[in-house]
């Protein structure tokens, strides 16, 4: 079995795929996976009409999506594991990431093991616009402080800023590494700058929207993000200087109140850090959705 490299011309028909029915995970969205070419070697293949992502690194090879297709087929999961086996020496690394609720009773079924990984987390945009209640009172109170003590613009992104929002990154993922000594976290900072540079470089070709809040003539925040579905929009990146209180919660309420006809706003998940996850709480979202990872037993 050939599999494609991934490149842009290859959107098409992962819309084609993605479309056959409406998804509430981050990780189905084209421009979900295309941002991480520049971590892992990405391949497709269609294999018995379903689309088969897979992404390999140093480590190995994963399905980053289970098989995409009017129908699951059990043919197609071993088939996809033999390609997966192909690559990795090891066969417990073959595995098929991002399984959402509906379709777990079928991997379970055939013998698979299903663990949970972390969720994302969906919001009412209407509640992360309005800030109503005592739950928001903090989030009100900074966006409150931002918006007296700073003259701001807060803009439409466009490319010419794309060095602007490259430097607030590296500023700000400096800053983050400094106050952490976990290697994992400070990996994780690194990956996000690879897959903003990428998004950057290419983002009149992804369908991204993003907006940015100057002080002065310099960035101090950026938000990208994508639609997800109809109902849902995914906010992808949010960055801002550390120093200025209350910006961040300014801009993603700026950002949120600009995506009129959106009932969700889907923050993407935590990736497993208990400060990350902290925070997403504090803006009380309305559901978790589950995402789960499944292996061979015998493996």
């Known amino acids: 079995?050939?599999?494609?490299?991934?490149?842009?011309?290859?959107?098409?028909?992962?819309?084609?795929?993605?479309?056959?029915r409406s998804h509430m995970l981050s990780a189905y969205a084209f421009e979900n996976i295309y941002i991480w070419k520049k971590l892992f070697c990405i391949e497709w293949a269609i294999i018995e009409k379903s689309l088969c992502v897979f992404l390999r690194d140093k480590s190995g090879s994963f399905l980053y999506l289970p098989p995409l297709a009017l129908e699951s087929n059990p043919c197609v999961i071993q088939q996809a594991f033999k390609i997966m086996d192909r690559f990795n020496k090891n066969r417990q690394i073959s595995r098929i990431e991002n399984i959402e609720s509906e379709d777990l009773g079928f991997f379970r079924e055939r013998g698979y093991s299903c663990q949970e990984k972390p969720p994302d987390y969906l919001c009412l945009r209407e509640e992360l616009v309005s800030l109503k209640g005592v739950r928001f009172k903090s989030k009100r109170a900074s966006l409150n402080y931002f918006s007296k003590h700073y003259q701001f613009k807060y803009l439409p992104f466009s490319k010419s800023e794309s060095r602007g929002c490259l430097a607030l990154y590296k500023s700000w993922m400096e800053e983050r590494s400094q106050k952490s000594t976990d290697p994992v976290y400070k990996g994780m900072l690194r990956d996000g700058l690879n897959c903003l540079q990428l998004l950057l470089k290419d983002f009149r070709s992804l369908d991204i929207r993003g907006s940015i809040v100057k002080i002065g003539k310099e960035i101090k925040g950026f938000t990208f993000g994508?639609?997800?579905?109809?109902?849902?929009?995914?906010?992808?990146?949010?960055?801002?200087?550390?120093?200025?209180?209350?910006?961040?919660?300014?801009?993603?309420?700026?950002?949120?109140?600009d995506l009129a006809g959106y009932k969700y706003i889907n923050i993407m998940d935590d990736s497993g850090l208990a400060n990350l996850k902290k925070v997403k709480l504090s803006y009380h979202p309305a559901r978790l959705v589950a995402a789960y990872i499944a292996t061979r037993k015998d493996a």
Do not use: P, W
């Open 1 to 20: 079995m050939k599999l494609n490299t991934l490149k842009l011309r290859d959107k098409k028909i992962f819309l084609k795929f993605l479309s056959l």
């Open 226 to 257: 994508f639609e997800l579905n109809q109902e849902t929009f995914c906010v992808l990146y949010e960055i801002t200087d550390l120093s200025i209180k209350g910006l961040a919660q300014f801009i993603f309420r700026q950002f949120c109140l």
